[in-house]
């Protein structure tokens, strides 16, 4: 799935409705390198992704650190990241 460069509020529903539609077609890995602007409304689809069904065994590949930065301040980051691997991303470990 190409994953958008913005996910803010405004893209929020699009997006959502793709990478849902993409998991539900089995995609498993979800590359977000290409993400350059972002708000809470990234992380809230994220969340919904990991709630769908067979979303639990959807990697989040690639994750910017400050994406990992913001679900932290949310208290979700262990719902969607590897925290061993987020801990080491951000020189934690």
Do not use: H, W
């Not at 498993?28 to 993400?35: E, F, N, S």
């Not at 910017?64 to 719902?79: E, H, I, M, Q, W």
């Amino acid at each position: 799935m190409q994953i958008p460069a913005r996910v803010t509020l405004a893209e929020a529903t699009a997006f959502r409705a793709a990478a849902l539609a993409a998991c539900a077609a089995g995609a498993r890995d979800l590359d977000l390198a290409g993400l350059a602007e972002y708000d809470s409304a990234a992380v809230a689809v994220l969340l919904e992704i990991r709630r769908a069904p067979g979303g639990a065994g959807v990697r989040f590949l690639n994750v910017p650190a400050n994406l990992r930065k913001l679900a932290s301040l949310y208290g979700v980051d262990s719902l969607l990241f590897d925290i061993r691997t987020t801990a080491t991303d951000l020189g934690r470990v």
